[in-house]
């Protein structure tokens, strides 16, 4: 199989399989054009990684498909659900792996690759990669799921400057008046474990629990990235942090861990 030319294809079928989406109500319409746009970015981030990584073209294609089809899921999610919260409806990762299986789309495609295509995108959203993946399944992992990351970066950025061009029924559900950060979500990012979301209170919360996805990259390039384009640096000053504070210090931590980690 020629990757470059199912990769075009699966393309236009992605094209056509989100329009069909759209056109219903506006609600609906400016979910779907969200993430189209969000994948679309993923998939020049993604090509960004593997360009620094020197990857072979077949392996750079694969991670092109998986970074197209990573949120697959999201579209039947919002439609069914009006939400795109996995734990207020359904796990978006697994709803991707049916909308690929009901319309066949790995059903030509290598074997061994599409089951690294659908595993890289089972896992893309999970607290951690298995430690039971082979090597090649966790690279696939860690390349969408730092591409994934970085365009949400800069996704929060946005909406954290200009909140009112973003519909309200498809950001976060917190307290935006609120600027408390709940204690638990602060301790954890501090320690640099994995938050649930099921914790977020606040809009605060939120912009600390990103501050602690720095621990959860995995790649040189992916640090640079995050420092060059300042995304942490503009999180870090919308929140609320007086010197000294356990916040302050969660913060200050993960900066130091970015810094290390941001090496040329």
Request: with cysteine; net charge negative.
């Amino acid at each position: 199989m020629v990757y470059g030319d199912f990769y075009s294809e699966l393309s236009l079928w992605y094209k056509n399989y989100t329009s069909e989406f759209m056109g219903k109500d506006t609600e609906l319409d400016n979910a779907v054009t969200m993430k189209v746009e969000h994948t679309q970015r993923v998939c020049s981030e993604i090509g960004l990684l593997c360009e620094s990584l020197k990857l072979n073209e077949t392996d750079c294609i694969l991670s092109r498909i998986i970074a197209l089809l990573h949120d697959i899921g999201r579209y039947e999610q919002y439609k069914n659900y009006r939400t795109f919260s996995d734990h207020k409806s359904a796990n978006h990762a697994e709803l991707a792996l049916s909308v690929l299986d009901y319309h066949k789309i790995m059903k030509e495609f290598p074997g061994e690759d599409a089951d690294m295509v659908r595993t890289a995108i089972l896992f893309h959203n999970a607290r951690q990669i298995p430690c039971s993946l082979n090597k090649r399944e966790q690279l696939f992992c860690k390349l969408i799921r730092d591409a994934d990351k970085l365009d949400i970066f800069r996704i929060a950025v946005n909406y954290y400057l200009n909140p009112d061009l973003f519909p309200k029924n498809i950001t976060k559900e917190a307290d935006p008046e609120s600027a408390d950060i709940t204690p638990e979500v602060c301790q954890g990012v501090y320690e640099g474990v994995f938050v649930e979301y099921e914790k977020i209170r606040t809009v605060n919360d939120f912009k600390l629990i990103q501050i602690g996805w720095v621990y959860d990259l995995n790649f040189s390039a992916s640090f640079r990235l995050l420092k060059e384009r300042d995304y942490f640096l503009q999180i870090k000053n919308q929140l609320p942090l007086l010197p000294g504070s356990h916040a302050f210090r969660a913060v200050s931590k993960a900066e130091r861990f970015l810094e290390d980690h941001a090496v040329h």
